[in-house]
């Protein structure tokens, strides 16, 4: 029988593999984290089962990702085995032979977007989306909440679900105005059909628990209850530690896991989190008991003095913010019809994403057909530039999971006869509808 | 010339062994009431076959620790921990410990101090209590916490005993070592009485030999070790099994061996000769503990498992057992008697047999052919476990992306097939899962003889941290400086067999083949430079038997 609070784990540290010895991706990453968790003994809690990852594969992935030219040459077997951790929690979770599932792996994945032309923000793949495509196809799960809390904006996890009104995307980070990737601002909600299910909630720099959980309290919380998922992601990033290296925020091991105990998200996925020794071990110890409901109250790490306080101006903003949130939530249904009326036919964005690895440009337009019987279509024309890879393009049809015979005939057509222009170099159909992507 | 005991739940069991072959045997029934009654008599027989007391190792496998958990004669245990922060362990402890202030973190960095007022507070607590056990996060990082708790408590208490955590394993695992620590404290004064005993009736004899116990992960311990790491004496049963099945079967290929018994099948994993020790200790009273041991897997079919049809009519096979074979007066069928019918064994009386399988045929069936539908569902529930332990080999987690591709997988190709029932059973489940399989000559005392040859063996675990600039040895108590020259992998397991080659000379064994359990080396970045390096470096003297050749202790 199933206790009523067992947590999965799937922990994978990946000790032999990193972007470059001495990135932040690298073997040393979660080394602390494994001491801690083995040296506590959580391994032996009867709550707790170890799950061993699967390999994802690529029909998994590219129920997400159009690669180009192909997926194969931008990723290597480390991505397969992260994937295919967030898969395996999944499974445990699906399978109900647990409560909830911690996918504590690395590569990490929520900055890569849906076309992927390389590695950006140190991820190739997207190992939440490819989850969520998964647990959909396999499961038959449809409304889906992912809670972004890593430090950065979750921008390739938005980029995939912008226009899926099943999905609502919700993240929170250190304002795109101080920290990277730059975007994840309040007036990015989603394209008009699916218009409010993206919210971003940028906060200021020297957040701590306190601003984090008014955040929670106020917010989050209401939100999801209104919006009611079959399941809850957490894209469970842990670098809003008051030590990460990477940016300016101080949230505490013990804000993580009240946030974890809170939030009870069906499955988390680790994220970022470069404190590799000072936040890292107790954060993640810190989520585990959370998640399992065991008593986290001392976990607390070495050096708390360490942690700043939070300014009057710092709680005044984020009191000002969550209002604003607040009222787009309630006022969401009209927005989108407005939207929707506005657009018309198609709705069309341009605009420019950089990979920031190896400094690829890549121009991408995306057209959304929306279809007033169904989830519709989208086309995407990409280019991209850089030193090492030179000049790439593609133009890519992606029909929706419950696409209209008419709107997947037009989607076909369009690439066939974008081919024939031949303005691009690859031409690829995602059919969702039918599970496959083909190459044309 | 090895002498091998092995005190059972029914029988005490004595071997010598000469060159590899067993050259006498004994047999007494074990005395509960005290174990060291049965285990003279053995001795006194064996000398009297042999016409010597020239032995050159005596080793005992008995179930002198179990027994006193079982029978409750333990010390009540001061049990100090200094847990730090992290998880609360409290609840998952045997007794109520009293908790420290105190931190090593988990790169052994002392962040906070112990106090002596507490240990005061504590002995005040624990008033009257004689032994103790001493445990700290992350103390086998950075022993100098319990040491120092422990310096305080002899100088304030003076007890008979004190056990450290980092003493009794090298690994992580706090709570483990913890509840190892408890275990070993709490046995302590009754193993020592039962040493002092052997060692008094052997010197009354005038036997001269070393006395070895046996452990659970089938190495054994000097007596004189032992009186200090009693916990390391319990579970011996199965590992002077397996040892015996190592003794009797020398052999390469990927295997598993099933040893059936009366009630319960044992399955174990075997590759490169040795069979594969579990990834966690055992668990103790039902606490879990550090303490190692072959990975074996336990499924209730056995020759003597009760056959029957349910209420629906569905034949059923085991678990439980009603008795002996109907075939040899019993009053139930049994898969003995499935055995007999089907004329694989030639056991008991035949007629009695076909009676049982009548009583569980239906109308219209023979004798023969009920009794292929028992041993088919006998084999079905053999095989199931055997599968469940192939799939968790398989599942095995690990933490590397080419261990992930590579996979755990075994890929058995032979059975080995020991015990009571294996004769007419483990053909029939070769066939099934298309293996090959042996049944060697059945010895009558393999768990004693698995006692005698088993090899003396001890492990280290060595950490290096070139940043911090200090190495430690959990099992020794060491915290060193590391050489200023740079220093790599290599060096650290070479470092890691001298001070393996130093414990075996402590601990009065002779080092026989060593090999690297576990090696593993990380960079530590400051900024975007590679300012040292992480390196763990765990050496054993190889688990095995003591072979033909003249081979040391």
New interface residues.
Partial sequence: MMDAQKLGLVFFPAFDWAISPSHPEREERLLYTRDQIVEEGLLDMPNIREYKPKLATYRDMERVHIGVPDLASLINNAHLVSAGGALAAADAVMRREVKRAFALVRPPGHHAMRVVHGTRGFCAINIEAIMVEYLRKVYGVRKVAIVDTDVHHGDGTQDVFYHDAETLFISFHQDGRTLYPGTGFTDEMGSPMALGTTMNIPLPPGTTDDGLHQVLDHLIMPVLADFKPDIIINSAGQDNHYSDPLANMAITAQGYARLADKLKADIAVLEGGYSIEDALPYVNVGIILGMAGLDYSKVVEPDIKKCPTQSGEVTRYIKNLITERQGMWAMREGLKRDAVAKAGDFWQRTRNIYYDERGINEQQTEKVRLCPKCGGYLTIGTEANGPGVGYKSAFIAIISREACSHCRQMAIDTVHRAKTQNDFQHYFVQNKYEDILEKI | MFLGLDVGGTFTDGAVVVNGEVVSVAKTPTTHDNLLVGILVVIDQLIKEMGSKEFSRIALSTTIVTNALVEGKVDQVGLLII???????QA?LPVEPYVLSG?I???GQV??EPSLAEVRAALRQFDERAVFAVSG??SVRNPSLELAVVKWLQEQASPDHITMGSGVAGA?????RTNSAYYNAAVWRHFNRFATAVESALTKRDIRTPVYILKADGGTLPLGVARNYPVEAIFTGPASSVLGIMAMNPTKIPSLSLDIGGTTTDIALWQNGVPLFAE?GAKVAGF?TALRGFRLSSVGLGGDSFVRRTPEGVLAVGPMRMGPAMAVGGKYPTVTDAMVVAQLIDYGNYELAVKAMEQVATQGQTVVEVADLVLDEAINIICAAINQMLAQQA????????D??RGTEISVEQIIGVGGSAGGLVPLIAKRMGLTYQIPVQEKVANAIGAAVARPTVDITLRADTVAGYYTVAELGIKNQLPSRKFVLADACELAAKHLAELALNRGISLGATEVVQS?E????RG???VGK?MTCRLQVKPGVLGNRKEGL
Avoid: S, W
């Avoid at chain 2, 847990?83 to 362990?89: A, K, L, W």
């Avoid at chain 2, 599942?395 to 080419?402: F, G, H, M, S, T």
């Avoid at chain 2, 990380?522 to 970045?525: A, L, T």
């Fill in positions: 847990p730090g922060p992290g998880m609360d362990i998952a931190y973190d988990h790169r962040m906070a996060k992350f992580l695992n706090f709570l483990r966690d879990v599942n095995q987690p690990v933490y590397c992306v080419e992930m591709i593993e990380f960079n530590v970045i975007f430079n590679t992480i």
